[in-house]
């Protein structure tokens, strides 16, 4: 274990930095930051490093959100988060593996920059009101309010329930086998009948540019998907702290989905196919509470 505060914490930091960026990238960015205000803080005024460096960063993760709000407005079709290769501890902490599933995330898109700081902090991070108060430039009491109205938001629009590691994979195998043999009735059996699909493609490879609904035309999409690709690698990896799936068409990375699974069938699915967001993929980010 290191002596250093900012190491010993790094990778607390990036995830608070990434729940409340949906950016791998730009998490990177605030915690390069925050090591610079570290290096330049004077330590023996410090009596909490934690809660000292988590305020920095999650002042700094603020002024990132704020500057990349028009930068997200102008965005090519639906902007999903960075998606993230993760280790089983991750999935096994079903708390944090929630909060970072790309389903959560892309509800805490919908929120104002302060309440998403508020409600990463206090409901994933245990940090108290008051330390939160500091970080965000409100009252306690302001806090206080502002935590509520973020809940109901997200309650409303989170996924109804959590399933298994388990659970995840047998649904998710059943939809891969049949996507690959073209079997309709497969499909039809594993999508429930509102499953929502939303794909980003970022301008940069195809996809659809807003979300489509509904089991048949879902199903109508994808059918053809075995004629199409005839050549085509698929395996599941944990991504975001659940089982996704990782398409590689003549061996060439181009699509991973992650899925929501409610009462054994697919909810929802989220296809990245933007190519400047795939690159973490290919190695394990560590997230920590």
């Given at each position: 274990?290191?002596?250093?505060?900012?190491?010993?914490?790094?990778?607390?930091?990036?995830?608070?930095?990434?729940?409340?960026?949906?950016?791998?990238?730009?998490?990177?960015?605030?915690?390069?930051?925050?090591?610079?205000?570290?290096?330049?803080?004077?330590?023996?005024?410090?009596?909490?490093?934690?809660?000292?460096?988590?305020?920095?960063?999650?002042?700094?993760?603020?002024?990132?959100?704020?500057?990349?709000?028009?930068?997200?407005?102008?965005?090519?079709?639906?902007?999903?988060?960075?998606?993230?290769?993760?280790?089983?501890?991750?999935?096994?902490?079903?708390?944090?593996?929630?909060?970072?599933?790309?389903?959560?995330?892309?509800?805490?898109?919908?929120?104002?920059?302060?309440?998403?700081?508020?409600?990463?902090?206090?409901?994933?991070?245990?940090?108290?009101?008051?330390?939160?108060?500091?970080?965000?430039?409100?009252?306690?009491a302001a806090v206080r309010?502002?935590?509520?109205?973020?809940?109901?938001?997200?309650?409303?629009?989170?996924?109804?329930?959590?399933?298994?590691?388990?659970?995840?994979?047998?649904?998710?195998?059943?939809?891969?086998?049949?996507?690959?043999?073209?079997?309709?009735?497969?499909?039809l059996d594993v999508l429930?009948?509102?499953?929502?699909?939303?794909?980003?493609?970022?301008?940069l490879a195809p996809a659809?540019?807003?979300?489509?609904?509904?089991?048949?035309?879902?199903?109508?999409?994808?059918?053809?998907?075995?004629?199409?690709?005839?050549?085509?690698?698929?395996?599941?990896?944990?991504?975001?702290?659940?089982?996704?799936?990782?398409?590689?068409?003549?061996?060439?990375?181009?699509?991973?989905?992650?899925?929501?699974?409610?009462?054994?069938?697919?909810?929802?699915?989220?296809?990245?196919?933007?190519?400047?967001?795939?690159?973490?993929?290919?190695?394990?980010?560590?997230?920590?509470?």
């Open positions: 274990m290191t002596d250093d505060p900012f190491l010993a914490h790094r990778s607390l930091l990036f995830t608070v930095a990434y729940e409340m960026l949906g950016s791998a990238a730009d998490a990177d960015d605030v915690v390069q930051e925050t090591w610079l205000r570290w290096a330049e803080a004077d330590r023996s005024v410090v009596r909490d490093p934690r809660a000292y460096l988590v305020r920095i960063v999650t002042r700094q993760a603020l002024n990132r959100l704020r500057t990349v709000a028009r930068r997200r407005e102008d965005y090519v079709g639906e902007w999903l988060p960075e998606p993230l290769l993760t280790s089983p501890d991750v999935a096994e902490d079903v708390e944090l593996a929630e909060s970072v599933s790309i389903a959560m995330l892309t509800v805490l898109e919908t929120l104002a920059p302060t309440e998403r700081a508020v409600l990463v902090l206090h409901e994933v991070f245990d940090v108290p009101y008051d330390e939160i108060a500091e970080a965000v430039g409100k009252s306690g309010q502002i935590a509520h109205r973020a809940r109901g938001h997200v309650a409303a629009r989170r996924p109804r329930m959590v399933v298994s590691r388990a659970e995840q994979q047998q649904v998710v195998d059943r939809f891969l086998a049949a996507l690959t043999a073209g079997d309709v009735q497969g499909l429930a009948p509102d499953v929502v699909v939303v794909a980003d493609g970022g301008g659809a540019l807003r979300p489509f609904t509904g089991r048949a035309r879902v199903v109508n999409a994808l059918s053809r998907f075995a004629e199409l690709v005839p050549r085509v690698e698929i395996t599941t990896p944990l991504v975001n702290g659940a089982v996704a799936a990782r398409i590689d068409p003549g061996g060439e990375f181009d699509t991973a989905i992650t899925f929501v699974v409610e009462g054994g069938r697919i909810t929802r699915m989220y296809a990245m196919r933007n190519p400047q967001k795939l690159g973490r993929l290919d190695e394990v980010a560590e997230l920590r509470r």
